[in-house]
């Protein structure tokens, strides 16, 4: 089945716009209103389809097409701009409640408030939209055209349960446009929201055809000259889902996407398409919900990657509407974490929690200094919270994201201070709601403060460390959080010197499991590196004598019985409460690989 598990409300949304606007005529955000009348879509079409205005900006030719219709037409409008923005990832919520909100503040039409339960669907979506989806009017143009030629059937709703006559009749709107036409965007969207039994979340054409070529060869025999591509894809999926041992399959997933889309290993196919990672759209859909989050795990397991990769990519779509390798030299600029931080263009910040660390250095106190006469003084300074939380204020429609590693590492209550209350999301300040947000006299400066909507915090904490167990239960409540395991799956295609990496992964959390506690596992990262599993005899070794072996003699405390159940007693030398000397000494290598030979085989198996 091709329903993506992140966007149920999305799905829920167009079910609503299938039944009220399609078959009984009304809005989809004014119920009581019916809008969404044939005579209205003509009225809508004569004045934004046929009568297109070329050149000037889109919204200014909208409101001029549109300046002399009803009430209700402008109600349609800002339906469609609803439907319109939910397949998108690439859109913040803001944006997407921005886009309808001016279709209503144009004609003074009562929406409801953005924190309405209303919008729960904008912050969800099933795509990385691309800057051709974007451009908004052919996708509004299809959106239009296609209710037209709803109403215009004789019955209704036995056309809508028919997806074939549906596809049919999309198409044949779209029979005069180029394959790479903007408005196939919007037709894919509708397929898939209204029937995601049947066909997959690519709204690029091209993707389709892709996959379709890729996978023909194993199961042609399965195809006939009168199938569609969206029918050979279902075969496809059928066939693929068989021998999938995830719970959901999907062609987007990276391990898959990289086949079919022949990927150069960088994140991007050569054409400015970017790598979906659905975990990261779910990090992103979290980050959004709650504005801030926790990524906690064991060590090796990619937290500081998906923190920084998660910032990256909030940053780039909230801001630039772009992934971050779509991004050019100097907006790439404004996420280098090397920049001054008092600059409020650098949109992205880092810090990292320790013992020592104090609120002095996260929100404001006296700090040493030099006077201009050279004398040593403390003088009252910012930290880096509210540098960042300052600049997100005078620039309110950036997003800001503060990188905080560790953070269960520092005195938590003592950092935050007051901002355990300031934090949560409906308590912050936004130019809309200035009245309803909570605002605190700092100590020191005796400044009012207000923590922004803009402002997103990303923290990691490594569950290797037992301080987790200490956590605040105040900061607990305002995150969010996302575990991350360690993922050998990553790691199934690559054999050294006849030694699996994932079978050696697994076999070693199994056993650290079993011997120790699982929040001491190890991650998939410790045989990677720049995102691809290692390949050479050297990387291994140099991993395991230099990583592995002395992290897990500290998860032992020096118990090198439990080292022996967990490597074998090849590497452990029991008698003397030691490594054997051999591992660490030139003919290393060899006994190294025979060792992880011996205990992938069973033999030597003290556990």
């Known amino acids: 089945m091709a329903r993506y598990s992140n966007c149920p409300q999305s799905y829920e949304v167009f079910s609503e716009f299938m039944d009220r606007c399609l078959l009984k005529d009304q809005s989809l955000i004014w119920s009581d209103n019916n809008a969404w009348t044939l005579e209205n879509l003509r009225k809508i079409k004569t004045n934004f389809i046929d009568n297109s205005i070329d050149g000037g900006e889109f919204w200014s030719k909208l409101f001029k097409q549109f300046s002399e219709l009803n009430d209700d037409c402008w109600r349609v409008l800002a339906d469609a701009f609803f439907i319109y923005t939910l397949p998108s990832t690439y859109m913040k919520p803001e944006k997407k409640y921005e886009y309808i909100s001016k279709v209503t503040e144009k004609r003074n039409l009562e929406l409801p408030d953005f924190d309405n339960y209303r919008w729960d669907a904008l912050n969800e979506g099933f795509s990385r939209t691309a800057v051709q989806y974007h451009q908004k009017y052919k996708q509004l143009w299809l959106l239009i055209r296609f209710a037209i030629s709803v109403k215009e059937q004789q019955n209704r709703e036995l056309f809508l349960n028919d997806h074939l006559a549906v596809r049919d009749k999309l198409f044949d709107l779209v029979k005069n446009t180029n394959s790479t036409d903007r408005s196939y965007g919007m037709l894919n969207a509708i397929l898939h929201l209204g029937y995601p039994e049947k066909y997959e979340r690519a709204l690029n ?93 064991p060590p090796g397991t990619g937290k500081t990657y998906y923190a920084q990769k998660l910032a990256k990519t909030i940053i780039a779509q909230d801001n630039f509407e772009k992934d971050y390798v779509q991004l050019d030299e100097k907006e790439k600029k404004t996420l280098n974490l090397e920049l001054s931080d008092n600059r409020n ?35 009252l300074q910012d930290g880096i919270f509210k540098k960042i939380c300052n600049d997100a204020r005078d620039n309110p429609e950036q997003t800001y994201v503060l990188i905080i590693d560790e953070i269960n590492r520092g005195d938590i209550p003592r950092i935050f201070g007051e901002l355990i209350t300031l934090l949560e999301a409906d308590k912050r300040w936004s130019e809309n709601n200035e009245s309803e947000a909570i605002t605190l006299t700092l100590p020191a400066s005796q400044e009012n403060f207000a923590v922004p909507k803009n402002v997103n915090i990303i923290a990691t904490m490594n569950t290797a460390d037992k301080s987790i167990a200490l956590l605040d239960i105040a900061l607990r409540r305002r995150f969010g959080f996302r575990e991350l395991l360690p993922k050998p799956e990553l790691l199934e295609n690559q054999t050294i010197a006849e030694i699996n990496l994932a079978e050696l992964l697994n076999h070693l959390n199994n056993k650290i499991t079993e011997k120790i506690d699982k929040n001491l596992q190890i991650g998939h990262s410790y045989f990677m590196k720049k995102e691809k599993a290692i390949k050479k005899e050297e990387q291994l070794i140099s991993r395991m004598k230099d990583e592995i072996l002395p992290l897990l003699q500290e998860y032992c405390f020096d118990d090198f019985n439990t080292l022996a159940e967990i490597l074998g007693s090849n590497l452990v030398n029991l008698e003397q409460g030691r490594f054997n000397k051999e591992v660490f000494s030139f003919a290393g290598k060899e006994v190294i690989l025979t060792s992880l030979k011996s205990m992938l085989n069973g033999e030597n198996d003290n556990g």
């Open 345 to 379: 263009i650098n949109y992205l910040r880092f810090c990292t929690f320790h013992p020592a660390y104090g609120y002095e250095e996260f929100m404001e106190g006296y700090r040493p200094a030099l006077s201009e006469d050279g004398q040593a003084v403390f003088e």
């Open 205 to 297: 054409l091209g993707h389709k055809h892709k996959i379709v070529d890729y996978y023909s060869n194993k199961i042609d025999k399965d195809f006939n000259k009168e199938m569609n591509i969206d029918q050979k894809i279902k075969i496809i999926r059928e066939t693929l889902e068989k021998d999938y041992q995830e719970k959901e399959f999907d062609f987007y997933f990276p391990q898959i996407k990289e086949q079919w889309l022949n990927n150069s290993g960088n994140g991007s196919n050569g054409n400015g398409e970017t790598e979906e990672d659905p975990f990261l759209d779910e990090l992103v859909k979290t980050l959004r919900n709650k504005k801030q989050i926790i990524l906690y795990g």
